[in-house]
């Protein structure tokens, strides 16, 4: 029987290092060519797994791959799709076997955030069952940083560095022209069910008189009129003030401030519109003169302002990966864990995916100030480590020069069509 | 009589480079010190003349000086405070006059937009009349990139490395989800009757394939059935689009696409909402999932992520001001004169602000494809140069260093109280 081959998928949203981590993989599984033979990419994700449809990473240049390490988005695509649970769709899980057993797929590994740690999991499970095992490797990433166990998660330190920094320069502009212009910003960012990207930007300043003023959280009920006396306060003391909203901020009985109304393919409401509500609240309210900002994808996309530490790790989980599967395990997921904050050290220990899977890590109480508007210095002294360092990518013509891969496709063995 | 001191005030909208023209005024002036007293900043731009509330220079660090050139928005406060016309309000100008009298001010160093060119010139001319003649020199400044005569307008180059850098980055993270995520997505940048902020956006990609996909400029008469067109059209060739709109973007009629209805203190509809309503579209006629990003105020702050060009320029025409206030010139403006594209290079020149003061530099119809919705080689050729080169700010902590001055008073000499 010749080497297993590597099947990797990118999962979910996409951040600005997760190709980092594919470039941990590909580069850490050429290096042991003796025990691995290429590494399949899914073509958008599990949906390549399903649909035969993959590329084959081994015709890519090493000089390829090695940019991928500072090319943002995801370079084999990446989907919004949830396997169903085994009783639901077993049909899925067994078309996943049919094409490693096809294409002598070893080694699965998947990048993604919670969901996709818990298809990881079934997958070690029931290629066993199935008698052909594969060791399934999950490779963590999300912005939202709600994995559990692991210190933090690949993609969130660059987010958390880009709303800090942009969050910085926006309150140098808005204080410079308070006196005649605008007295209140917003800044919409992501973070569906925690508040850790918001959270971020809470580095940008120190003490109350810097910006940000106000972050709406999602783990503390938002309260109106509250709120409005606050930025009232802020205006009245500092001339301006600068709020930062989560997209996921709510109310005490579970409504979003902004609910579009529509779900995604996980079942997630699609968020959009927080900061809207809340400008015009102001603009109502008070009748204060208001701007706002929407970073959306430009905050996990920007790899133009990643951290440093964020890329290292990103790359360290994707290596680790490799590494745990040659070294036989299984359903398991390289965490990163925290030795020191100052000066912060970390090491990557393997956690069971088992504890994995489908747990959402929210932000502690403690992290929180007691008014609800801030963060702590706990939260301060965890986020702090994981903006550190400029890691710029090249650039050629102003403009920041990304790799697009060739990729080539892996010939169809299985025979079979898939249909999603 | 003692040597003349120099005013400096920063007007309008401040950019990301604004301050590194300060920089360019303080530094040169210190080099001057035989000829020039010291340098007061307006609080608050010229508000800070008419109040005489001044900030005196010359009690920063050379250091903290320095670091002006590397931090955005407007160290001294800018504000959106029109001076009337002369027959209007002829006693601010008088009270202008009155501050400069009593604080020995010669040179008159106004950093803004069109409307403060036209401020300064007819301080130049007053001045003389009411016997107390100040050298003005206009030091150009305005992210609308609308000043004429100059080649570009320094704050320009900065948001626009900032609009094609997000574009091209969140291309491709939409791109690499569209099978199952987001199949449009709409980036709204400023500008606010002239299209230069969204063309930069075009800089991202090259050919039809490549994002941005459809740009919708001010310059352009928006027509939603063409549009809506477009954008499915672009779905079906290549799985995603991406819109970038201009604040500005409007109907034939001269609505704009979103108008929020409220004007600010120079008489400019107050704008924002583009996106959304563009968003609206998307999902209302075509049923397709979208996304929207509102850039805002990062846009213009975004020093980070600052074109080398752009702060070269903006610290040259700082520097240019003083060397033509010595050179005896008055009422100029030190323009950017392109002498070559490739290599791009360009001198500085003396342009006179009555040809400046009042006039909008539209992008020229030979910029925008026959289609209307992107950019000609020409328009490339010309922006390309302005967003070369990085300037990276020193970072401290994983943020940006930026300064704070001590800001320390100039005491009140004038004897009179002036209210706005």
Redesign the interface.
């Known amino acids: 029987m010749p080497k297993p081959n590597a099947f990797y998928a ?1 999962s979910g ?2 951040t ?1 290092v997760i190709n980092a981590s594919a470039c941990g993989v590909i580069e850490t599984a050429r290096r042991h060519r003796d025990r691995i033979g290429k590494v399949y990419a899914g073509n ?1 994700g599990i ?1 390549g797994a399903l649909t035969e449809d993959m590329f084959d990473t081994s015709k890519e240049t090493a000089r390829a791959i090695a940019a991928l390490r500072h ?11 949830k396997l169903k649970s085994l009783e639901a769709n077993r049909a899925e899980y067994e078309r996943l076997i049919e094409v490693f057993r096809a294409h002598n797929i070893g080694y699965f590994f998947y990048n993604g955030g919670g969901d996709s740690a818990d298809t990881c999991y079934k997958v070690s499970q029931l290629s066993k069952k199935l008698g052909f095992p594969v060791q399934a490797v999950h490779v963590p990433k999300t912005v939202d940083n709600d994995l559990p166990i692991t210190d933090n998660c690949p993609g969130f330190g660059s987010v958390a ?1 880009y709303v ?3 969050t ?3 309150a ?6 308070a ?4 007295k209140v ?1 917003i ?1 919409e960012v992501m973070g569906r069910h925690a508040g850790w990207i918001a959270a971020a930007a809470g ?2 300043g120190n003490g109350p008189a810097e910006a940000p003023h106000v972050i709406l959280f999602p783990e503390v009920p938002f309260k109106k009129a509250t709120f409005l006396r606050r930025v009232k306060q802020c205006v009245r003391d500092y001339e301006y003030c600068v709020v930062v909203v989560s997209e996921g901020a709510q109310y005490k009985d579970g409504r979003f401030i902004a609910d579009a109304g ?1 779900v ?2 996980f079942g997630h409401k ?1 968020l ?2 927080a ?2 509500v809340i400008a015009q609240m102001v603009r109502d309210e008070l009748g204060l ?1 208001y ?8 905050q ?6 990643a ?1 440093a530490t964020d890329v290292e790790q990103a790359y360290a989980v994707g290596r680790a990966a490799v590494e745990m599967a040659l070294a036989g395990k299984n359903s398991v997921m390289p965490a990163i864990t925290r030795t020191s904050d100052k000066p912060y050290r970390w090491k990557i220990t393997a956690a069971p995916l088992s504890r994995v899977a489908n747990r959402e890590k929210m932000m502690p109480k403690r992290y929180i100030t007691r008014d609800g508007f801030g963060i702590t210095a706990a939260c301060r002294k965890y986020l ?1 480590p994981l ?4 890691d ?1 990518p090249p ?1 050629r ?4 020069d ?1 790799v697009e891969l060739k990729r080539v496709p892996v010939p169809k063995k299985s025979g079979t069509r898939f249909v999603l």
Chains 1, 2 share one sequence.
């Open positions: 990118q949203g996409v600005a958008n949906i090319t943002p988005g995801g370079a084999f695509g990446s989907a919004r799709y560095k800090a920094v942009s910085r320069e926006a140098l502009d808005v204080a410079s022209m006196r005649t212009s605008t910003f800044l580095l940008a529509t995604d393919a699609q959009g519109g900061a809207e003169k701007h706002y900002a929407i970073a959306d994808y430009l996990r996309s920007a790899r133009h302002i951290s702090e903006i550190r360092g400029e710029y650039y013509n102003g403009l920041p990304y």
